[in-house]
């Protein structure tokens, strides 16, 4: 069998209320190449599972499901069902967002066999919630961007690239060496972080000033939103960056800076100690924040980083 130029990657777990806008918003893409469609159910107990066998039955010449025995958590669910991929290319996806435009795929593929330097393309994403409604401006957290390159420069900074329903990235296995390959599954460095850091020291990312999904956030149930929404991220943050760097050491041979990252975080705490202390004194609400960044670098340290 030809292998596919695309592989669409698709995770889902208890999904039943969006999956098919999922699936149907892949299945409506015109495109002039061949792709398989792969989907990775970790051990959903709703209908989830039923509506996958449902469209596998019916599209059968596309669509492979692949029933997780164990439920893997996400990042493993997306990093073994990445090891399946057969395609040149990888458009990822979740089971509660879904694409927008029927010809996302293909203008995405079409910049990726014109640009070989290019490791991936990406764009602006619709935030929604649980009803499809737009989110107001202060529950979105993939505000708007102009077209921009993210390379090496923005990985090493370890910015964001986006968000991964907008992401078409060429098929890094075929890339990375087999010692970089596991450090890649060994770090647990968060899924969405590790890949646009990846895709970034590879080559660059393209980045569409168009939208072309919609990106859901679902603040009730098990979903990442509903579990992290209204908590203080700094502890989780500074794992990010931490894992970040050891990643970037281990698989790139580069060293990274934190520094200003936690003069951030610093002045970030800061204004939240402001908040919860009603304006207190400023120079105590300082020394009571960086002491808190100190001990909890340390801890970091401690727990991420070895000698």
């Given at each position: 069998?030809?292998?596919?130029?695309?592989?669409?990657?698709?995770?889902?777990?208890?999904?039943?209320?969006?999956?098919?806008?999922?699936?149907?918003?892949?299945?409506?893409?015109?495109?002039?190449?061949?792709?398989?469609?792969?989907?990775?159910?970790?051990?959903?107990?709703?209908?989830?599972?039923?509506?996958?066998?449902?469209?596998?039955?019916?599209?059968?010449?596309?669509?492979?499901?692949?029933?997780?025995?164990?439920?893997?958590?996400?990042?493993?669910?997306?990093?073994?069902?990445?090891?399946?991929?057969?395609?040149?290319?990888?458009?990822?996806?979740?089971?509660?967002?879904?694409?927008?435009?029927?010809?996302?795929?293909?203008?995405q593929v079409e910049y990726l066999e014109t640009h070989s330097g290019a490791?991936?393309?990406?764009?602006?994403?619709?935030?929604?919630?649980?009803?499809?409604?737009?989110?107001?401006?202060?529950?979105?957290?993939?505000?708007?961007?102009?077209?921009?390159?993210?390379?090496?420069?923005?990985?090493?900074?370890?910015?964001?690239?986006?968000?991964?329903?907008?992401?078409?990235?060429?098929?890094?296995?075929?890339?990375?060496?087999?010692?970089?390959?596991?450090?890649?599954?060994?770090?647990?460095?968060?899924?969405?972080?590790?890949?646009?850091?990846?895709?970034?020291?590879?080559?660059?990312?393209?980045?569409?000033?168009?939208?072309?999904?919609?990106?859901?956030?679902?603040?009730?149930?098990?979903?990442w939103t509903a579990m992290t929404y209204g908590t203080d991220p700094t502890?989780?943050?500074?794992?990010?960056?931490?894992?970040?760097?050891?990643?970037?050491?281990?698989?790139?041979?580069?060293?990274?800076?934190?520094?200003?990252?936690?003069?951030?975080?610093?002045?970030?705490?800061?204004?939240?100690?402001?908040?919860?202390?009603?304006?207190?004194?400023?120079?105590?609400?300082?020394?009571?924040?960086?002491?808190?960044?100190?001990?909890?670098?340390?801890?970091?340290?401690?727990?991420?980083?070895?000698?």
């Amino acid at each position: 069998m030809k292998r596919p130029l695309v592989s669409v990657a698709l995770i889902t777990y208890n999904q039943e209320k969006y999956i098919e806008i999922a699936i149907k918003s892949v299945l409506m893409q015109k495109v002039n190449f061949n792709y398989e469609f792969l989907i990775a159910d970790d051990e959903s107990d709703d209908g989830t599972s039923q509506i996958l066998d449902q469209y596998q039955s019916r599209y059968s010449d596309v669509i492979t499901v692949i029933h997780r025995q164990h439920n893997l958590g996400m990042n493993r669910n997306a990093n073994e069902l990445f090891g399946r991929c057969k395609g040149k290319y990888i458009a990822y996806l979740e089971g509660d967002d879904f694409w927008k435009d029927d010809l996302k795929l293909q203008k995405q593929v079409e910049y990726l066999e014109t640009h070989s330097g290019a490791m991936a393309t990406a764009h602006n994403v619709l935030c929604i919630d649980e009803n499809g409604n737009k989110l107001p401006k202060e529950l979105v957290d993939f505000p708007y961007r102009k077209q921009h390159k993210y390379g090496k420069k923005e990985a090493m900074n370890l910015e964001e690239f986006g968000h991964m329903s907008s992401l078409v990235f060429r098929n890094f296995r075929d890339i990375l060496t087999s010692k970089q390959w596991k450090i890649y599954n060994q770090s647990s460095l968060n899924g969405d972080f590790k890949l646009g850091i990846t895709l970034g020291m590879l080559g660059y990312i393209y980045f569409f000033e168009e939208t072309w999904s919609c990106r859901r956030r679902v603040f009730s149930g098990t979903s990442w939103t509903a579990m992290t929404y209204g908590t203080d991220p700094t502890h989780r943050i500074c794992a990010n960056y931490f894992k970040a760097r050891q990643y970037i050491q281990l698989a790139f041979h580069e060293n990274v800076d934190l520094s200003s990252h936690f003069s951030y975080l610093l002045r970030r705490k800061a204004v939240m100690t402001v908040r919860d202390f009603s304006l207190q004194n400023i120079y105590g609400v300082e020394i009571l924040a960086g002491s808190y960044l100190r001990a909890l670098e340390q801890k970091m340290k401690d727990k991420y980083v070895k000698d």
